[in-house]
């Protein structure tokens, strides 16, 4: 059975497009959803893309967390299914309390555009499994407040539990604690991450195409027979 | 009716680049002596009088805040 994965679109909302894509490049079926319909369609999994969503008024993804379908996928993330956060999608994520610590304003004030390396740290998550422990990806990132932030002693919790999934490579580009780009619930099944893996799926239009691990990787992690 | 006031601002222990830059300008603008800048926002709340302080106190924690990051105040101001 051909495994269904939810996109879903906020007003404002810009790589919906490229995050089907790379789902039905995967191997999946694209489902998409609408942020003001709390029916999430029966999907296996969702992705929470990435732009500005309500046109970052007042936080970054503040009032997308209230969304009808942020509601139902809050919920069902609670039950275990797979939720992918990236860009303004982790913002949201973390607004919504699903993964911990905040995105803040890059610390040299600029909005970086750039093919960013990243370093796979756990690969253990739903949406990391097909990497190798310490491979190195090319992953463009673009984001104004990509700076990852939390307390002491949620730092040193998810540096102990390994929940530091991607770690920035060289120079830090935002000021992110710890080189931090991106994170995991405590059950693995939650990731979030600055980067743009769906940026990054064919040579023809990005840098590389590393980033259809971590589709593969939730495909497997709902145990459908990747391509 | 009565207006209320609710004041956000970067913890202490988060760094804000915004109020850095404003404070790295001022110089350059020819003010000196001011050692420091932080920068936040300011909601002004026009409420009826049905809403309670507990009631503020959930909207500036919930929604015009995020404790993560930001600490925040509210006050009753006269009209």
Known sequence: ?227 | MARVVVDVMPKPEILDPQGQAVAGALPRLGFDGVAEVRQGKHFELEVDDSVDDDTLAKIAEGFLANPVIEDWTIRRVDQ
Not at chain 1, 91 to 120: S, T
Not at chain 1, 153 to 163: F, I, S, Y
Not at chain 1, 168 to 185: F, L, Q, T
Request: contains cysteine.
């Open chain 1, 1 to 227: 059975m051909t495994a269904r994965i939810g996109v879903i679109t906020f007003p404002g909302t810009l790589d919906d497009g490229d995050a089907a894509r790379a789902v039905r490049h995967s191997g999946a079926e694209a489902v998409s959803l609408w942020h003001a319909d709390a029916d999430l369609h029966g999907v296996d999994a969702v992705v929470v893309p990435g732009g500005f969503s309500y046109g970052d008024y007042l936080r970054c993804g503040a009032i997308a967390r209230f969304a009808p379908a942020m509601t139902s996928v809050i919920d069902a993330a609670g039950k275990g299914m797979p939720v992918l956060g990236i860009c303004n999608g982790f913002q949201i994520l973390c607004e919504a309390g699903l993964l911990p610590g905040a995105l803040v304003r890059n610390d040299k004030l600029h909005f970086v555009c750039r093919d960013q390396w990243l370093r796979v740290e756990n690969t253990t998550t739903s949406w990391s499994t097909r990497y190798d422990s310490g491979a190195e990806v090319l992953i463009p990132l673009k984001s104004g407040e990509g700076g990852y932030m939390a307390d002491k002693p949620t730092l040193d919790r998810l540096e102990g539990d390994g929940r530091v999934v991607f770690r920035y490579v060289g120079e830090n580009p935002n000021g992110s604690r710890g080189d931090i780009a991106g994170i995991a619930s405590e059950s693995g099944r939650i990731v979030g991450l600055m980067p743009h893996p769906e940026h990054a799926i064919d040579a023809l239009t990005g840098p590389s195409d590393d980033g259809l691990g971590m589709f593969y990787s939730a495909l497997d992690a709902l145990g459908a027979v990747a391509a």
